[in-house]
Nanobody, 126 residues
Framework: VQLQAFGGGLVQAGDSLSLSCVGS????????MGWFRQAPGKEREFVAA????????DYADSVKGRFTISRDNAKNTLYLFMNSLKPEDTAVYYC????????????????????WGQGTQVTVSA
């Protein structure tokens, strides 16, 4: 199983940015997927999670109303649409998948996930 994240970059506060995460090695349509981020000197933190059919989503309070997680199971791809970006959103963003079918409880914990992407840097300037 491999995950590869794309879409990071340098933007200004208030801008929007979209991240993608393409999976390979198996079909992910039965698995919960999520996004996490890690800022310099800080621990990795939960950003968003999405159920296998996309019919359930959860967000960290810090991004609720600004970020949207979605997925396209036909393309084995996870997305994160980020609006109204703030300097405090600056971090390396990681996608992850839990290879246990139809399990969602606990999806805000990093220990819930089995595979991780390599991370993509998002930098928001003031």
């Amino acid at each position: 199983v491999q995950l590869q994240a794309f879409g990071g970059g340098l933007v200004q506060a208030g801008d929007s940015l979209s991240l993608s995460c393409v999976g390979s090695g198996r079909t992910f349509s039965s698995y919960t997927m999520g996004w996490f981020r890690q800022a310099p000197g800080k621990e990795r933190e939960f950003v968003a999670a999405i159920r296998w059919r996309g019919d359930g989503k959860d967000y960290a309070d810090s991004v609720k109303g600004r970020f949207t997680i979605s997925r396209d199971n036909a393309k084995n791809t996870l997305y994160l649409f980020m609006n109204s970006l703030k300097p405090e959103d600056t971090a390396v963003y990681y996608c992850a998948v839990a290879i246990r079918p139809y399990i969602y409880s606990g999806s805000s914990r990093s220990s819930f996930y089995d595979y991780w992407g390599q991370g993509t840097q998002v930098t928001v300037s003031a």
